[in-house]
């Protein structure tokens, strides 16, 4: 007897290791782009255009490679011009605190570095990752880190300086 769609979620879930941890955790950070598009955000374009680069790196392991060098030329234009825009307040670690839009980008950020990090694993285990989506998730992190001293920046608010005492 065939099994009842509506009794499975995701059709990969059982596999041991591999693309669909890389899926899920996509997934994952596509919803919360979401979520944070559906704040009104002040980055609207930016954060869609980011939902869409994630969505297509979630099938670029299993599927056919949807990241294009246009993306990361894109990518970091937008953090070249973040960059200018928040030039004072690039200084090291910063508390993850602020306008809570600013908040949801710095969640954002810590599911992209857990996507970044299961990407180096599968490369690791001997699955093909092209570079370009290391590369490209690495400027995910970097991006969502500027999206949220922008929208600090835009709502007047200053980053709390991080100093830690181990390093």
């Known amino acids: 007897m065939k099994k009842n ?27 919360i782009l979401g979520r944070i598009y ?18 297509h790196l979630n099938g670029s392991i299993r599927g056919k490679l949807a990241i294009f060098d246009s993306d990361i030329k894109y990518g970091l234009n937008l953090i070249s011009k973040l960059k200018s825009y928040n030039k004072d307040r690039i200084s090291g670690f910063v508390y993850p605190i602020g306008h809570p839009i600013a908040c949801e980008y710095h969640v954002a950020r ?12 599968l490369k ?22 500027l999206f ?5 920046r835009l709502n007047n608010i200053q980053e709390k300086i991080f100093i830690s005492k181990s390093y």
Do not use: Q
């Not at 609207?44 to 680069?53: H, I, N, S």
């Not at 690791?124 to 880190?145: A, H, M, Q, R, Y």
């Not at 949220?148 to 600090?152: A, I, T």
């Open 5 to 31: 769609i509506d009794l499975i979620s995701y059709p990969f879930l059982n596999e041991d290791f591999g693309p669909v941890d890389h899926e899920v955790l996509t997934d994952y950070l596509s919803s």
């Open 38 to 55: 559906s704040l009104n955000t002040p980055l609207k374009e930016e954060t869609f255009w980011l939902m869409d680069k994630v969505l």
């Open 110 to 121: 810590g599911i992209a570095k857990r996507v970044c990090r299961n990407l180096y694993l």
């Open 124 to 145: 690791k285990s001997g699955t093909k990752v092209p570079e370009i989506l290391l590369d490209f998730s690495n400027l995910i992190t970097n991006l969502l880190f």
């Open 148 to 152: 949220s001293l922008e929208v600090n």
